[in-house]
């Protein structure tokens, strides 16, 4: 019999998840940087992972060595509140001296196409990483992977466009880049995501689903996600 590879976890809370998730990662950091040096790893965008990302400030980590990457992007103006980017700068990067060289987002003031095409070649030379976090939306979708559009083949990063979700112009990490890494770790909580989550564990062909049955995939989740 095939062990399923994705192992999904309760939480009593949103803060639970944060907390727990802040560890694992600051334990992968630890691990990636012992055995080859750097640690490098794609981070989720959206508000759920922002507690976590806010309670890595105060841990002393080897900051230099950390090296981030985005699964996703709006394509906004590199300021607008909307950003990925941004939400996680003010929370998280601007507050570790991690050095700005390293901080790799996604470039998507340039438009879908150019910013998908340079992130694509970024990625080519850096994959696979040691950690891809990711969340998951209503609609189950993950990264800029959104239910009913098709998926691109070939490439690790892709323009999107008409995402249900505004705004509807996007960059995203494909399947082909979020498979590259020893393990994905997804953040769900709150009661709005609890169909989605429902669903997925019923076996829904949800695109969280097809991305975490690409290999060892912890799924974090909290009772309001849960419904119980
Ligand atoms: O639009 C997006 O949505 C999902 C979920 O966001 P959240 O705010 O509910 O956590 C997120 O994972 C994705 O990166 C983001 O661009």
Redesign the pocket.
Known sequence: MVESQVQFEQFDSAAAVATETARRISAAARRAIAAQGRFRCVL???????EAYAQLVDEAEDWARWYLY?????CLPPDHPER?SRAITEVFSAHVPIPTEHLHWIPSELGPELAAARYDRLLAAVLPVDLIL?????DG????LFPGQSTAEGIRAAPVHG?P?PPPE?V?LTPMALAAAPVRLI?V??S??REALAAWRKGADLPVARVAALGPTQVLFDNEAAGT
Do not use: I, Q, V
Not at 44 to 50: E, I, Q
Not at 70 to 74: A, I, K, N, T
Not at 134 to 138: A, F, I, K, W
Not at 141 to 144: F, G, V
């Open positions: 989720a965008g959206g508000r759920t992972p922002l985005l699964g996703d992007e709006r990925n990711l969340g998951m939306g209503e979708h993950t990264a800029s995402a979700k996007r995203t953040l909580t709150g709005s995501k």
